[in-house]
T-cell receptor, first 117, second 111 residues
């Protein structure tokens, strides 16, 4: 099946630093990837849609200058949390659409747990 | 009103029980429907897609009622390993990439 990886799996950083999270499709090419955020005991919230070779589409309320998304290749999308603050601490999950499937099924990466001190 | 609403749960059932989860969605233009399973502190994993005709995969049966904008998941003969949070996921209808998640229903199966 489709495999999506994320790196790092967890990160602890100081307030004010920037953190980059990578999302890779390992056995397929993904023109579209998605970034989600999940706070404790809450469901996933879509942050942005990442399109290879073009600008990401952000959901309402998500600051594009704070959450920088780059989808430079068909197998890699990155999310950079700039000037992270404690309220950015969350579980960040990426997903990718598998091309050629009849339904728009998404496969998820294992997630990155970010803790900002 | 939330775009996707699920039974709040939690559901605590004994092994072997049959349990049903319900989900309603607000956007009548939605085209794709899914149930995902999420274990504690892990990523969601696709359990099954939901088709208009209803579909079954082993002990799991999913049904869709477009007229009522309602989706269900039935788990028969529940196992301890079924304990997880079950997420109802609906395509937003505006484009194929616009997925909306329900808040999830927590299931605990006890011996």
């Amino acid at each position: 099946g489709a495999v999506v990886s994320q790196h790092p799996s967890w990160v602890i950083c100081k307030s004010g630093t920037s953190v980059k999270i990578e999302c890779r499709s390992l056995d397929f090419q993904a023109t579209t990837m998605f970034w989600y955020r999940q706070f404790p005991k809450q469901s996933l919230m879509l942050m942005a849609t990442s399109n290879e070779g073009s600008k990401a589409t952000y959901e309402q309320g998500v600051e594009k200058d704070k959450f920088l998304i780059n989808h430079a290749s068909l197998t890699l999308s990155t999310l950079t949390v700039t000037s992270a603050h404690p309220e950015d601490s969350s579980f960040y999950i990426c997903s990718a659409e598998v091309p050629g499937q009849s339904t728009d099924t998404q496969y998820f990466g294992p997630g990155t747990r970010l803790t900002v001190l | 009103r939330k775009e996707v609403e699920q039974d709040p749960g939690p559901f605590n059932v004994p092994e072997g029980a049959t349990v049903a989860f319900n989900c309603t969605y607000s956007n009548s233009a939605s085209q794709s429907f899914f149930w995902y399973r999420q274990d504690c502190r892990k990523e969601p994993k696709l359990l099954m897609s939901v088709y208009s005709s209803g579909n079954e995969d082993g002990r799991f049966t999913a049904q869709l009622n477009r007229a009522s904008q309602y989706i269900s998941l039935l788990i028969r003969d529940s196992k301890l390993s079924d304990s997880a949070t079950y997420l109802c996921v609906v395509n937003g209808g505006y484009n194929n990439n616009d997925m909306r998640f329900g808040a999830g229903t927590r299931l605990t199966v006890k011996p």
